[in-house]
């Protein structure tokens, strides 16, 4: 099984979850968050003082999913939350090493 | 009310030739003495009612350009100032306010002020007395308002609540003895229709003693730099600011304080014309000025153009044609554009502009008026300004040091970090977000 945390810019979100759930992804966790890689932030001027917003608001999404799902899960958000300009984000792939459904107490691939 | 609406309509059409107009109203009957008792007094509490609620615009818009940290502390203060005004007005503010002296400096009548009895009305006097004596509280009220924006997110509640008794009990009061209370600057001349200086300069000249005092909220000026905190909610702060420019409708409007006559409530109905027509011009000002300053248009400063258009015409808001009401406002707008970031580089930390829309545009409002009622002197207008500066200034820096040195005034820094809602009031504004 595989973890992916992505991080997407805001309005990419419906995109997103429409390709993923049409490579079998069945569910995912999305937070709001705050952050900086290439693209630094922008200065603004507040009351004639100007400032640096340097952390640029984002969401980031988890995913967890079969092996075999997880490279097109990766392909799905790429095309999905793609852009073609700087901050469109981050995509990382991490091994999971058991999941389990609270209800039913189901493990592995059968509880994602 | 039918013979009214006749004789507006009549008016109406003569309105066409202008300059028979003032001529017409003399010749028309004005109503009984009682009827103009009863209107007076009717113009009195509208205006007072919109006047009181200008406090909830304060508090609106002070809550809004404050961090999320100090609001809960910011609303408590509001509420409480306007409470305190209230109470310490009737004690003996309004016994210092109108001593019944003329030409005077201090004087004080019987206090604390003898409300109207059960039943009881003097038609000499025009008005219920009650109606006037609420009408001038929530004027004191909003001299109050003006300082807890300056100072806020750095001053605890209990010092700043013992600036407010002293300030609405014994400052404004005395301001306004001189004037409308027919003291030494009514005597020579000074024209101060609804407080450009009294109320408004009053307030920003205890707020800039304050901010001096108090000294800047932590971190805000580091090493030549201004750190910017942006306010935590721009529609409070738009609401409030609508408020106010509604409650100012009963600020200046009912400054008029008559009603009782054809001629009264036609100047009543100029005035607002005028009131808004000020506000207007200084919200666009604004808009403009900060497009081209900052190539995007800073929606506090147009909030704060709006105040400092209608602080500017308050000081003769019947006179102006609406052309000149236009350049007064608007000039009031450009002042606070200008004078926000030159605050910032005197290191003077005004959390939300009450400095330029208060002082300062009062200032300019009160200069300005023999620009349009030639009758007033400018020399008048300049020694009220000064007199007022240096009285204010002085008296309230002596109270900001007095608490200063004794029980404090700011919170501890620990404190001050944490969020004043937290370390002073224990309930948090906005409970779900994260610390700002």
Redesign the interface.
Known sequence: MKFIIAIIKPFKLDDVREALTGVGVSGMTVTEVKGFGRQKGQT????????TTNMVPKLKIEVACSSEVAAQAVEAIQTAAGTESIGDGKIFTLGLENAVRIRTGETGDTAI | MRKFLTISAGLAVMAAAAPALAQEVAEVADPSANTAYILNTLLFLIGGFLVMWMAAGFAMLEAGLVRSKNVSMQCLKNIGLYSIAGIMFWVIGYSIAYPGFEGGYFGIADFPYAMQGVGEADVETGYSVASDWFFQMVFCATTASIVSGTVAERVKVIPFFIFVFVLTGFIYPVVVSWEWGAGWLDAMGFSDFAGSTLVHSTGGWAALAGALIVGPRLGRYVGGK???M?GSSIPLATLGTFILWLGWFGFNGASQLAMGTISDISDVSRIFVNTNMAAAAGVVVAIILTQV??K?I?V??ALNGALAGLVSITAEPLTPSVSQALLIGGIGGAIV?FA??LL?KLKIDDVV?AIPVHLLAGIWGTLIVPFSNTEVPFLAQLTGVVAVGVFVMLTSSIIWYAIKFTIGVRPTEEQETLGMDISEVGVEAYPEFAKG
């Open positions: 603004e001027v507040y009351r004639g003082a100007e400032y | 201004i750190t910017v942006p300053l900052y995007k800073d506090t400063l554009v926000v970031p910032d502009g």
